[in-house]
C-alpha cells in the first residue's frame, strides 16, 4: 500500500500543472548576476525591479536572478538596489522568446545610510515558500554580540527556535533536536566537527562569508541527512578587481584574509590563529585550560566566456587543528582536526537552466587522551567523499523544477572505553545514493507550493531504502498577509554519540548507525503567518510539532563486551515563535519570543532533555549614527534549564592496586547519588549586550574598531553545580573585548 502510495505522490510532484497560459512569443526572460563593483562579490538577497511591471525577483545566495514573462518589445526600466549600495537603473527592451542577460555591479553607497533605498522589496518576496528559512549576511552577524569576535554559531542563538545550554558553548539545538541534528554546510560540503576549544567557538571563520542561509525545519528535498535544521554557508570568491589585505586582532586569535585576481578569476585565503588563552578564564570559570588551535581556508574561481559561457568553477579548501595538551600528567590531553576539499561546477544554461556539480571529499578525527586522569579515552574517525549534481529547470509559467542526485562513500571509526571499563569499537563503511525532485508552482500571485520526494539507498544496505516526501505552501490572504504551512519526513544514517551528563562537550563522535538498528526517523510538521503591519514593520508567527523515532541512545547498562553499545528511543518537541521586525534606517529593531517543550524517551522513562528551555525572549536594537558608526543593545532572557539534582553521598570503596597492601592501597571517596534525571531546573537567565562599531579611512587604509561589552549589569547566571563538592559555577561575568581590523 505505501509504495502505490509514493508512486501517487511522485506522479503528482512532476505531473506538468496545466498547460503554459502565456503565449510563449509574446514574452521573454531575463537574467543575470549582481555584484559589488568594487570587488566583484555576489551580493546575496538583493533585488531586481521592473517599475512598468510591478514585478521582479530577488536575487540567490550567489547573486544569480531570472524574471520570466516579460513582454517584449518595450522599453522598461529595470532597477536593481541593495542595502548600502547605490540604486541603478538600466533601461533594456527584451527579445521575444529570448534570454537576456544582464550582469550588474551596484556601487558601495557612501551617503547616510537614511538615503539608502528600498525598491521593491514586498515584490520578490511576494510568495516565497520560505518557512522555517532564516537569511543572514555578514553584517547581520556583525551587530550581535560576540564575545570575544564574530560567531556565527553564537549567532542562531538569538533566532526564536534555537537553544544553548550557556554561555559558554557555541553548540545550538533547534526546535528541541539534539546538536548531531544539525546539517552544517560550508559550499555545500559537510563539516562533522564545525567547533574550536571545547566547543567555545565555531570553526568557520566570519572573513570568509558571504551568505548564510538557516532552515529550522521544512527544509526542502534538496537537503538531507540530518533531522532538525541545516546551515549553508556560502564563502566569498576573492576580490576580482584588486589585491587587497585584511588582518584583525582580539583577545583570543589574530587573522589574515588575503585576495585578489587571477586571470579570468578570484582567489581568497583565510588563516585564523590563537595566541592567548587568557581570555578563555571568564568561559571555564577561571580555570587555565591550554587550548591551541588554528584554521585556514582557500577558494580559487575561474570562469571564461571563451572557455565555456555563464560557467563558473571554484576550487575550495578548509582545515583546521585543535589541540589541548596539559602539563600535568593527571589531567588529559585532547586533539582533533576537521579537513576538507572540494571542486564545484555552476552552470547557467542557454535554456532557463541552472545546474550545479560538486565533489568533495570531508574527513575528522579526534582523540581524549586520558594520561592519569579518570576520563576514558576516546578515539574517531570520519572520512566522507560524497558528489552532488542538481539542476533547476524555470518554466515559462514561473514554476520551477529541482531534480539531483548525490552519492556518498562513509567511513567511520570509534573507539571507547564506557564508565563501568568496557571497550568497544564500532567500525563502520558504507555507501548511498540520493535521488530527489521537486515541483515548485509560483504561477500564482496568491499561492505557492513546494512540493519533493526525496529517495535514499541507505549507508547499511540491509535496510534497504528510505522514502523522504515533502511539502511546503504559501497563501496569501492579501497583501500583507500570508499563511504558510509544512510537512515532511526526514532520515538520519550519521548520528553523533554525546553524553548528556557531560556539561561542557570535548567533541561529539561520529559513527553510522548500526544494522542492529532502524535509521533515526523525524516527522515535521510546521505552520504559521507572516503579517506586514507597516511599511516597515512586520510580524511572524511559526508553529511546530517534531516527532523522532529510533533515536539512538548510549547503553550506559552495558556489563559486557557482547551487549549493544547503542539503543533505541525517541523524542518528541512542539511549541510556537513570534518574531517583530521593524527596519527603518537608521534604526533596526528585532524581538522574538519562543515557547517550546522537548522530551526524550528511553524504554519507559521519559525526562527533559538538557537543552529544553521552556520560555525564551530575544531584543535587538541597532542604530546607525552614519555609515562607519553603529551601535546596537541586545537583550535576553530563557527559563531556567533542566539538570539532574545531587540528593546525596556515599562513601565509595576504591581499590588501587589488586595486589599491594590492602591498607596502604584503598581508599574511600564521597560518591554523588542522583535524583531522576534532570528533574529539576535552574533559576531564569537574563543578561544585557552592548556593541559600538567605528570605521575610519586613511588614504588606502580602513580600520575596523568593535568594542563589545557582554553581561553589562554582571548578572550572575548559574552555568551548573559541581557534583563533588556542590560549589555553584556561573557563566560569563561582566566581559569587555575589543577587535581591531585593518584592510589594504
Given at each position: ?15 506538468p ?15 543575470g548576476?549582481?555584484t559589488?563593483?568594487?570587488?566583484g ?11 512598468e511591471l510591478?514585478n521582479?525577483?530577488?536575487t ?6 531570472i ?14 538596489s ?14 521575444r ?7 550588474v555591479?551596484?556601487?558601495p ?28 549576511t555578514?553584517?547581520q ?12 554559531f ?7 527556535g534555537?537553544q544553548?545550554?550557556g ?9 528541541g ?8 554546510l ?41 533531522l ?10 576573492g576580490?576580482?578587481?584588486n ?7 582580539s ?14 578569476g ?25 587550548i ?7 577558494k580559487?574561481n ?14 575550495f579548501?578548509?582545515l ?5 595538551n ?11 582536526s ?7 561546477w555552476?552552470q547557467?544554461?542557454?535554456a ?6 560538486t ?20 578515539k ?5 567523499f ?23 562513500i ?5 573507539k571507547?572505553?564506557n564508565?563501568?571499563g568496557i571497550k568497544?569499537?564500532?567500525d ?35 535496510q ?35 553524553d548528556?551528563n557531560?556539561?561542557i562537550s ?5 559513527i ?8 533515526s ?9 507572516d ?18 523515532i529510533?533515536?539512538p ?12 553499545d ?21 534604526v ?11 522530551y526524550?524517551?528511553?524504554g ?13 525572549l530575544?531584543?535587538?536594537f ?8 553603529s551601535?546596537s543593545?541586545?537583550?535576553s ?13 556515599y562513601d ?13 592501597n584503598?581508599?574511600?571517596?564521597p560518591?554523588?547519588?542522583?535524583g ?52 555553584r ?5 561582566f566581559?569587555?573585548?575589543a ?6
Amino acid at each position: 500500500m505505501i509504495p502505490q502510495k509514493l508512486f501517487l505522490f511522485t506522479f503528482i510532484i512532476f505531473l506538468p500543472i496545466l498547460s503554459n497560459e502565456l503565449n510563449a512569443q509574446s514574452f521573454g526572460k531575463l537574467r543575470g548576476f549582481v555584484t559589488d563593483s568594487t570587488n566583484g562579490e555576489a551580493l546575496a538577497y538583493g533585488n531586481v525591479f521592473i517599475a512598468e511591471l510591478n514585478n521582479g525577483a530577488s536575487t540567490d545566495a550567489r547573486g544569480y536572478y531570472i524574471i520570466n514573462n516579460i513582454s517584449a518589445g518595450k522599453k522598461l526600466n529595470v532597477v536593481f538596489s541593495y542595502v548600502g549600495y547605490r540604486t541603478q537603473t538600466i533601461q533594456i527592451t527584451i527579445v521575444r522568446d529570448e534570454i537576456t542577460q544582464l550582469n550588474v555591479a551596484l556601487v558601495p553607497e557612501r551617503l547616510e545610510l537614511q538615503t539608502v533605498e528600498k525598491i521593491g522589496e514586498k515584490i520578490q518576496d511576494k510568495n516565497p515558500t520560505d518557512i522555517g528559512l532564516q537569511k543572514l549576511t555578514l553584517r547581520q552577524l556583525e551587530i550581535l554580540p560576540k564575545g570575544v569576535e564574530t560567531d556565527v554559531f553564537r549567532s542562531l542563538k538569538y533566532l526564536p527556535g534555537v537553544q544553548a545550554t550557556g554561555d559558554v558553548s557555541a553548540r545550538y539545538y533547534v526546535r528541541g533536536g539534539t546538536g548531531d541534528q544539525n546539517l552544517v554546510l560550508l559550499n555545500g560540503v559537510t563539516i562533522y566537527n564545525p567547533f574550536h576549544a571545547l566547543g567555545l567557538f565555531s570553526v568557520i571563520d566570519p572573513e570568509m562569508i558571504n551568505s548564510v542561509e538557516f532552515y529550522k525545519g521544512g527544509f526542502a528535498a534538496e537537503y538531507g541527512s540530518r533531522l532538525s535544521s541545516v546551515l549553508s554557508v556560502i564563502t566569498k570568491n576573492g576580490n576580482k578587481n584588486n589585491f587587497s589585505l585584511k588582518a584583525s586582532s582580539s583577545y583570543l586569535t589574530g587573522k589574515a584574509l588575503v585576495e585578489g585576481p587571477i586571470p579570468h578569476g578570484s582567489f581568497m585565503f583565510t588563516g585564523r590563529k590563537s595566541y592567548s588563552n587568557s581570555i578563555l578564564k571568564k568561559f571555564l570559570n577561571d580555570k587555565n585550560v591550554p587550548i591551541d588551535f588554528y584554521d585556514a581556508s582557500f577558494k580559487i574561481n575561474y570562469s571564461n566566456p571563451d572557455f565555456i559561457e555563464n560557467g563558473k568553477f571554484s576550487l575550495f579548501g578548509f582545515l583546521s587543528g585543535d589541540k589541548l595538551n596539559s602539563v600535568n600528567p593527571k589531567e588529559e590531553d585532547f586533539d582533533w582536526s576537521t579537513n576538507l576539499i572540494g571542486f564545484e561546477w555552476l552552470q547557467v544554461h542557454k535554456a532557463p537552466i541552472y545546474s550545479k556539480v560538486t565533489v568533495s571529499l570531508s574527513q575528522f578525527n579526534g582523540e581524549v587522551i586520558p594520561n592519569e586522569s579518570k576520563l576514558k579515552p576516546r578515539k574517531n574517525a570520519v572520512s566522507d567523499f560524497s558528489g552532488t549534481m542538481d539542476f533547476t529547470y524555470l518554466q515559462d509559467s514561473e514554476d520551477e523544477i529541482g531534480a539531483g542526485f548525490h552519492f556518498k562513500i562513509l567511513s567511520t571509526n570509534l573507539k571507547i572505553v564506557n564508565q563501568k571499563g568496557i571497550k568497544s569499537e564500532i567500525d563502520s563503511y558504507g555507501g548511498n545514493f540520493t535521488l530527489y525532485g521537486k515541483y515548485r508552482v509560483l504561477r500564482f500571485d496568491n499561492f505557492s507550493a513546494d512540493a519533493g520526494l526525496r529517495i535514499n539507498s541507505g549507508l547499511n544496505s540491509s535496510q534497504g531504502f528510505y522514502y523522504e516526501p515533502r511539502i511546503s505552501m504559501n497563501y496569501r490572504l492579501s497583501q500583507d498577509i500570508a499563511l504558510k504551512a509544512a510537512w515532511g519526513i526526514y532520515q538520519q544514517e550519521v548520528v553523533a554519540i554525546s553524553d548528556e551528563n557531560e556539561v561542557i562537550s570535548l567533541f561529539d563522535p561520529w559513527i553510522i548507525i548500526p544494522n542492529y538498528l532502524n535509521t533515526s526517523q523525524a516527522i515535521h510538521y510546521i505552520a504559521g503567518f507572516d503579517i506586514d503591519v507597516l511599511e516597515d514593520l512586520s510580524l511572524k508567527v511559526e508553529g511546530y510539532y517534531k516527532r523522532t523515532i529510533h533515536l539512538p541512545f548510549i547503553n550506559e547498562e552495558k556489563a559486557f563486551e557482547f551487549e549493544p553499545d547503542l539503543i533505541s528511543g525517541r523524542a518528541e518537541s512542539y511549541g510556537y515563535e513570534i518574531s517583530i521586525n521593524y527596519s527603518s534606517l537608521p534604526v533596526i529593531f528585532i524581538t522574538s519570543y519562543s515557547l517550546g517543550y522537548a522530551y526524550k524517551q528511553l524504554g519507559n522513562h521519559i525526562y527533559y532533555p538538557k537543552y529544553d528551555v521552556r520560555h525564551s525572549l530575544s531584543t535587538s536594537f541597532e542604530y546607525n549614527f552614519s555609515s562607519d558608526l553603529s551601535a546596537s543593545i541586545v537583550w535576553s532572557f530563557s527559563s531556567g534549564l533542566p539538570f539532574t539534582r545531587l540528593i546525596g553521598y556515599y562513601d565509595k570503596y576504591y581499590l588501587s592496586d589488586l595486589y599491594g597492601s590492602a591498607l596502604s592501597n584503598t581508599y574511600y571517596e564521597p560518591y554523588p547519588i542522583l535524583g531522576d534525571k534532570n528533574i529539576g531546573r535552574l533559576p531564569v537567565y537574563h543578561r544585557l549586550d552592548f556593541n559600538l562599531s567605528k570605521k575610519f579611512e586613511f588614504s588606502f587604509l580602513k580600520f575596523y574598531i568593535d568594542l563589545n561589552i557582554i553581561n553589562v549589569y554582571n548578572r550572575k547566571n548559574i552555568f551548573y553545580f559541581k557534583r563533588d563538592t556542590g560549589e555553584r559555577v556561573n557563566m560569563l561575568p561582566f566581559l569587555p573585548t575589543a577587535t581591531l581590523k585593518i584592510e589594504i
